[in-house]
C-alpha cells in the first residue's frame, strides 16, 4: 500500500507562492505517474497537474498553466508542486496522487489508485 503524504501549504496573499511536496515511506515513487488534485468547498475534486513516470511528461489544467510548475527530485523520492501569481481563486485542499508507471500523465481522477490527505491552501488577503 502506498501512503502518499503532502505538506507545503498553508496561507499566502494574493500574488504569493508556495511550494507543496508530495513523498511517501519505505515506497519508491520512481515507477509512478504523479497527479495534483484539488477540491474547494462545494466543488468537485479537479484536476491541476500530472507529470509521467519518467517526467518527461507534465500536464497542466487550463486554469493554472504557466503559473504551476510540477517537478520530480526522484534522489529525494518528492515531487514538487511549486505555485506562483497565486489567485483566490486557487484556495483548495491539494491532493496529490499515484498512478501506474506511465510515458503520459492524464488529469484525471480514475487514472489514479493512491491519494494523500491533502494540505490546505488559503489565498486571501
Known amino acids: 500500500q502506498l501512503q502518499l503524504v503532502e505538506s507545503g501549504g498553508g496561507l499566502v496573499q494574493p500574488g504569493g507562492s508556495l511550494r507543496l511536496s508530495c513523498t511517501t515511506s519505505g515506497t519508491s515513487l520512481t515507477t509512478y505517474t504523479i497527479g495534483w488534485f484539488r477540491q474547494a468547498p462545494g466543488k468537485e475534486r479537479e484536476g491541476v497537474s500530472c507529470i509521467s513516470t519518467t517526467g518527461g511528461n507534465t500536464g497542466y489544467a487550463d486554469s493554472v498553466k504557466g503559473r504551476f510548475t510540477l517537478s520530480r527530485d526522484y534522489a529525494k523520492n518528492t515531487a514538487y508542486l511549486q505555485m506562483n501569481s497565486l489567485e483566490p481563486e486557487d484556495t483548495a485542499v491539494y491532493y496529490c496522487?499515484?498512478?501506474?508507471?506511465?510515458?503520459?500523465?492524464?488529469?484525471?481522477?480514475?487514472?489514479?489508485?493512491?491519494w494523500g490527505q491533502g494540505t490546505q491552501v488559503t489565498v486571501s488577503s
Open positions: 496522487a499515484a498512478g501506474p508507471f506511465s510515458a503520459y500523465c492524464p488529469i484525471v481522477r480514475e487514472s489514479y489508485e493512491y
